[in-house]
């Protein structure tokens, strides 16, 4: 248990300080815009090297490795909470700029997000980083929704449930995505039960557990299977 704790707790660090990374890095994006000085060779290539020139391709990096980090906790609602990040560190950063007198809401820069596209104001910019910032929460919330539900967490913290370790028997699917099985688990007093379940097929490719009611553990429809997510990477 020690050495689970140390490794989340290893994690759970990189983290924070890969967000506060990816934060940093895409507020300066927007905040030194206007600084940025451009050089051009005349084929259509520009430069430059100020780090804001550069800032929101390493926000980019910056916030794929911190999703890779944070997936362990977020589960699939990765993404989702990875783009709001990044889209309101970016627009603080034009609310910072406009505050400390460096451009004003009508002033188009030559901010680039990946590739040089059209210039746009800062009005223009915000209101672009706030469409993406309220899909990317609406993509967090069916992820964290998706989750709940393949995890049974919140059936897995009431008091009322016991969860064992649990495996899957004669699979007979019923749609796309989903199939009729048996799980098969032992309960905290030692006895053996199989329960016929409807569960997601990605089950059968992972280890499951049974979250059953301690009082009636054989009862189909107090009965849930729930999938882990695989570990995506440990910390020794």
């Known amino acids: 248990m020690g050495h689970r704790v140390y490794a989340q707790g290893l994690r759970a660090l990189a983290c924070a300080l890969m967000a506060w990374q990816v934060w940093l890095v895409w507020h300066i994006s927007t905040y030194d815009a206007s600084t940025v000085q451009w050089t051009c060779d005349g084929t259509g290539s520009c430069g430059s090297d100020q780090f804001a020139g550069v800032a929101p391709l390493v926000g980019i990096a910056s916030a794929v490795l911190l999703g890779f980090l944070s997936a362990r906790f977020l589960q699939r609602a990765t993404a989702g909470v990875v783009v709001v990040f990044c889209a309101l560190a970016a627009a603080v950063g034009w609310y910072d700029a406009v505050a400390?007198?460096?451009v004003e809401y009508a002033t188009v820069t030559d901010f680039h997000?990946?590739?040089?596209i059209k210039a746009l104001s800062v009005s223009a910019w915000l209101t672009f980083l706030w469409s993406v910032a309220g899909a990317g929460c609406l993509a967090a919330c069916w992820g964290a929704a998706?989750?709940?539900r393949r995890t049974?967490?919140?059936?897995?913290?009431?008091?009322?449930?016991t969860t064992a370790e649990a495996k899957l028997e004669g699979?007979?699917?019923v749609s796309r995505s989903y199939g009729e099985a048996v799980v098969?688990?032992?309960d905290a007093g030692g006895l053996e039960h199989q329960v016929p379940t409807v569960v997601e097929r990605i089950a059968l490719d992972r280890p499951v557990l049974a979250v059953y009611d301690?009082?009636?553990p054989a009862d189909p429809d107090r009965t849930r299977v729930a999938v882990?997510?695989?570990r995506l990477l440990r910390i020794s």
């Open 100 to 102: 400390a007198g460096r």
């Open 113 to 116: 997000l990946v590739l040089p």
């Open 146 to 148: 998706v989750s709940v």
């Open 152 to 161: 049974a967490v919140l059936r897995r913290l009431s008091r009322r449930y």
């Open 171 to 173: 699979w007979r699917t």
């Open 184 to 186: 098969v688990f032992t």
């Open 214 to 216: 301690a009082d009636r």
């Open 228 to 230: 882990p997510r695989k």
